[in-house]
C-alpha cells in the first residue's frame, strides 16, 4: 500500500515542479504573463449542461475577445491526465473542474494557482460550501473554489410506499425497517452496490463515526470505533436484506434500476431526478435520509471544486473565466439545473418551497461531510480502498475485522 502511495504522490509532485519551472505564474503575485487568448477549461463527466458551456464560450468570446475550448474528462481518466499534464504549459488546462476529494492533493503539491486575493471578486462569504473551501486550501490560502454541490438523498416511489402502507421515514432505523419491507422476490426496497461507498458512508456519519481523523501530525483511521462499527453493521443488513444489487457492484447510475422497476428507493445527488424516466415521475417522491434521531443525516457531499492551473501561460484570463463562471448568470443556470451553486445565494434557485426535490436536498446539504482534508486523499481513491471495504462489507464479512484492517490501510496511505 505504501508503494502505492508514493508512487501517486511522486506523480503530483512531479507536476508541481513542473508547474514551478515552467513558467507559470499566480495572480497573486501579479505577474502579467500572457497566453495567446486561447483558454482551454477541463469539466468532469458530463454533470454540467451542454447550455451552460455553451453560454461559457460564448460570453467568454464577448467579453474577452478569446476563444474558450471546454475539454469533457471523464472521471475515471481525470486524475491520471492532471498528473501527467498539470506540471506543463503546453499541455496543461488553463482552468480544471477537480473532484472535491481529490483537491487537498494538487493543492498541497502547489499545482493551482492562489486566489486568495481573488475571493471577493468569486462570491466572497457566499462562496460554499465551506467545506469544499477547506479541501482547496493550504493554511490560510486558497487554491480551489467551490465549482457545484450535490447533496445526496432518497429517491423512492410513492406508489409503492402508499401500497406498503409506509410513511416516508423520519429515521434511520425506520428508513432501514422501510427498506426490507419494500424488498421483493425481485426488487430491491433500496438499490445499494457493494463498493457505494460514498452512500454507504452515510450510516457511518449518521452514527457518530468517521472514516479518519488527524491526531497531531498523524492520520487516525476511525472505521472501526464503535460508533463506525454500528453504522457498518446496519448497513451490512442492508446489503443483506434489502438491496438485490451486485455485493461488487459500483456506485454508476443507480437510477437505472430504479427506472427498470427493480427497486423502490435509490439515493443520489440532486442532478439524478433528471435521469428518473419520464413514465415515473408522476410518483417519485424524495427525502433527505434520516438521521439515526430524526433530522437530516451527514451525508456525503457530491460536487466539485474548480482551480487555475498554476502552469497556465495566461493566468489573467484565466481569472477572467473563473468569475465568468461565479458570474449571476451562470450561477443561476446552475442553480435551475439542480446543480448547487457555488454562490449560496443562488440556493433559493434550485427549486420552489414546495418542490420536494429542492427541499431534500437543501435538508440534506446542512449536515453533508466530505471525506478528510489530506493531502494523500488520492492515493486512497487511486488505490480504492474504500471500494473494497464496503464490498466486503456487502458481501457478509466481519464487520470488525474488516474495518480494523481497513483503518491500517488508511493510515498507511495518508500519512
Known sequence: MRST??????????????????????????DDAQGDGELTLWLAGNDTPEELTDWLVEEFESTTDGTLTVERV????????????LGNADETPDVVEIGNTQSPTFTNVGAFTDLTDHLDALGGDDLGPEGFIEAGSV???????????GSRYVFYRTDLL????????????????????????????FWLPGQDWRNGISWVFANGGDIAVKEGDQWVGQLSTPESIEGLTQLQELYTDASKAPKDGEDAEPW??????????????????????????ENVG????????????PVFAGGSNIAISKASPDQDLALELLELIMSDEYQTMLAENGLGPANST??????????????????????????PAAE?????????????????????????????????????ALN
Open 162 to 189: 402508499e401500497a406498503a402502507g409506509i410513511e416516508p421515514p423520519t429515521t434511520l432505523e425506520e428508513f432501514n425497517d422501510a427498506a426490507v419491507a419494500l424488498t421483493t422476490d425481485t426488487q430491491s426496497g
Open 139 to 149: 493554511d490560510d490560502s486558497v487554491y480551489a473554489v467551490p465549482y457545484y454541490w
Open 346 to 371: 443562488f440556493n433559493e434557485l434550485m427549486g420552489a418551497e414546495d418542490d420536494e426535490f429542492a427541499t431534500a436536498a437543501l435538508a440534506a446539504a446542512e449536515n453533508a461531510k466530505l471525506t
Open 74 to 85: 471523464d472521471w475515471g481518466e481525470l486524475l491520471p491526465r492532471l498528473q501527467t499534464s
Open 376 to 412: 494523500q486523499w488520492a492515493a486512497v481513491e487511486t488505490a480504492r480502498i474504500m471500494e473494497e471495504f464496503f464490498a466486503k462489507i456487502a458481501q457478509g464479512q466481519d464487520v470488525t475485522e474488516v474495518a480494523e484492517a481497513t483503518d491500517a490501510q488508511l493510515e498507511d
Open 256 to 281: 437505472t434500476a430504479f427506472n427498470n422497476g427493480d427497486a423502490a428507493m435509490f439515493m443520489a445527488p440532486g442532478w439524478a431526478r433528471w435521469s428518473i424516466a419520464e413514465e415515473l415521475t
Open 286 to 297: 424524495a427525502f433527505a435520509l434520516p438521521g439515526a434521531d430524526g433530522g437530516a443525516a
Open 5 to 30: 502511495r508514493i508512487a501517486v504522490l511522486g506523480t503530483v509532485a512531479a507536476l508541481a515542479l513542473g508547474a514551478c519551472s515552467s513558467g507559470g505564474s499566480t495572480t497573486s503575485e501579479g
